[in-house]
């Protein structure tokens, strides 16, 4: 009994303890029409022997290159528990100091957010977007202290406020620490919401909810909720059960208007969407497409989640070896979710998976660089800022389309000679790291599928050569056994290696040319303009693809072109056009054999029982 008293006294004094640590933000709007908001910070018991450091973000979950956030907070300033002012250095951009702190230290500033996406920050009169590293300011070396956030919104009486985070009344909202808090976005509008209740397999209920901040009426917004429900279906039936998402709730934070920036950035029990259409009503199949590729991830990335990423690091990029997984077999599940669940025709995901085999085929990223390659390019590629020209076009295949071109082969390979699938690979995933919450390693993925298919050499065949190297695999063979037929869509036609152009006043100018094309090979760069073929004048693209009508793959034919204003000529010999297309094998004329359509069906059609 007295041990009992004790450990009551114990606890009891950790929660005040933890309450004491608190850091605690208000943030209020009062010039929302010019873009601004203010924003305090308070931090109890700062350590006084040691000066105190102040920062923002220059990364940010979901995103892989480095955003400067600090660049949009101003009139900083510093105080301590009396309201005195305390003295403030700015070591770094985005790095304040005081190097006599009080026990108590409060930080006030301006933001300026007009950037409404998944990254940034946006303060107008019809809400407050906000990525939290776009937004908040924090104090180094106390990740392990719990937030507070309190908005204040006067005037404006129809806002509601939109997160994952817990509420705890009079609009205050709490993270249990650092990292939460910064992968926990939050929107304040008017929006609208429709729920939706799932059982999960353990019994439990999780709620899924649509906040929509749009145009919409009511009945566009419960409709659309209704449709994303047959998405969130499809994808329980793939990995056998949903997360248990914290509080049981999941949150759709969706912002439509055609002057905002189209995004989607995923979270552990949320995602922002935010889409450039006038309205969801009408358009709903395209914008389904976001929401399935962003609700896959709520397994993929937020649970079964990279080792490279644990924990995510503030202060710089964060490079990754897994995004041809993380982000390319959601890509690749996003689509297929959208067939099963009857939002895509044949025809259409037939188009979706022609282009992933045309990207690795074809885009020299993917001839030259690796699906591992490619993920570590993401620091620089992935919504990365410059003003210099870089060579991507010749050595980034994006890992979104790259890793998606994987996971169909590995699907279709998995389905024909071991009569698994993607999705039983996915759920072995699931319960060895995913559910469990253990970071994974590429060797840990190799190992699974090992297991699934209890042929280690099978699965270190695969990764050798499908992820660690530039190989691909036998896609025409693999497609054929679902009936599908990949073929070269001009076989026999030339090919120059130009099938992009600008054409300004008379002039044809080439863009960056690609490596292993004709162009290319020919000395032909950027810039460049066209000015004749074989002696013959050339003034826009329907001229060249006339002169190059009248020649075969292998004929050499003559261009003049103009440099930086001096003219020039080069011999450029043509290739047959290697552009693929897919088609089912019932539109070529041929015949779809039961075989076929078993296989088909299986892969296509509804997983849900
Ligand atoms: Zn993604």
């Not at 885009?363 to 993920?375: D, E, H, L, R, W």
């Not at 695969?462 to 025409?476: G, H, L, P, R």
């Not at 693929?580 to 094998?585: A, D």
């Amino acid at each position: 009994m007295k041990n009992y008293i004790l450990a009551a006294l114990l606890v009891g004094a950790a929660v005040n303890l933890k309450a004491q640590q608190e850091i605690s933000y208000e943030v209020s709007f009062p010039n929302a029409v010019h873009h601004e908001a203010e924003i305090s910070m308070t931090i109890p018991n700062v350590p006084t022997n040691a000066p105190l450091r102040v920062r923002f973000a220059r990364s940010s979950p979901g995103r892989y290159a480095t955003h400067e956030f600090g660049k949009n907070a101003y009139r900083l300033k510093a105080f301590d528990a009396n309201g005195k002012a305390l003295a403030l250095k700015q070591p770094a951009g985005d790095v304040f100091e005081i190097a006599k702190p009080s026990a108590k230290v409060k930080i006030t500033y301006t933001l300026f957010g007009n950037w409404i996406d998944g990254t940034y920050a946006g303060f107008d009169e019809a809400h407050a977007h906000m990525n939290i590293p776009a937004v908040f300011a924090f104090p180094v070396g106390m990740d392990k202290r719990a937030r507070t956030v309190k908005f204040n919104y006067t005037g404006k009486t129809d806002w509601k406020v939109a997160t994952q985070l817990k509420p705890l009344g009079n609009g205050v909202y709490h993270a249990k620490d650092f990292q939460y808090f910064m992968d926990s976005p939050i929107e304040i509008s008017a929006y609208q919401a429709a729920s939706f209740e799932v059982k999960n397999s353990d019994g439990k209920i999780q709620t899924i909810h649509l906040m929509a901040h749009s145009d919409d009426d009511e009945m566009s917004v419960f409709n659309y909720a209704n449709m994303l429900k047959k998405v969130v279906d499809e994808q329980k039936a793939i990995f056998g059960e949903l997360p248990n998402f914290d509080f049981g709730h999941y949150y759709f934070l969706h912002c439509v208007h055609p002057s905002y920036a189209g995004d989607g950035m995923e979270h552990r029990n949320s995602t922002v969407i935010v889409q450039r259409t006038p309205k969801i009503g009408g358009n709903e199949s395209n914008l389904l497409g976001t929401f399935s590729h962003e609700f896959f991830h709520a397994w993929n990335v937020e649970r079964l989640r990279p080792k490279t990423l644990e924990p995510f690091n503030f202060t710089h990029s964060n490079v990754s070896d897994e995004l041809w997984f993380a982000e390319g077999f959601t890509q690749y599940y996003g689509n297929l979710t959208l067939k099963r669940a009857g939002f895509r025709t044949l025809e259409s995901i037939t188009r979706t998976l022609n282009g992933l085999v045309n990207a690795v085929s074809n885009s020299p990223g993917a001839k030259n660089f690796s699906p591992v390659q490619a993920s570590r390019y993401a620091v620089f590629a992935d919504a990365g800022v410059a003003v210099d020209q870089t060579n991507q076009q010749n050595i980034f295949t994006s890992y979104y389309t790259y890793g998606a071109a994987v996971a169909l082969a590995l699907d279709l390979r998995l389905r024909s000679d071991f009569n698994l699938s993607l999705d039983d690979y996915m759920k072995a995933l699931w319960k060895t790291y995913g559910k469990p919450e253990i970071a994974y390693t590429i060797p840990d993925l190799e190992k699974t599928l090992a297991t699934l298919t209890k042929n280690p050499t099978f699965a270190t065949k695969f990764f050798k050569e499908f992820i660690y190297s530039t190989n691909k695999e036998d896609y025409a063979s693999l497609l054929l056994k679902a009936g599908l037929v990949l073929r070269k869509e001009k076989a026999g036609k030339a090919f120059s290696g130009i099938n992009r152009w600008y054409e300004n006043e008379g002039k044809l100018t080439l863009p960056a040319t690609l490596v292993g094309t004709p162009a290319y090979a020919a000395g032909l760069d950027i810039n460049d303009v066209i000015l004749k073929v074989d002696g013959v004048d050339i003034k826009n693209a329907k001229d060249f693809d006339a002169a190059l009508e009248k020649h075969q793959p292998g004929e050499t034919i003559d261009v003049t072109f103009s440099r930086k204003g001096v003219e020039r000529t080069t011999k450029l010999t043509l290739i047959e056009n290697p552009t693929l297309e897919l088609l089912p094998i019932e539109n070529t004329g041929a015949t779809l054999t039961p075989a076929m359509k078993t296989f088909r069906d299986k892969w296509l059609e509804s997983a849900v029982k």
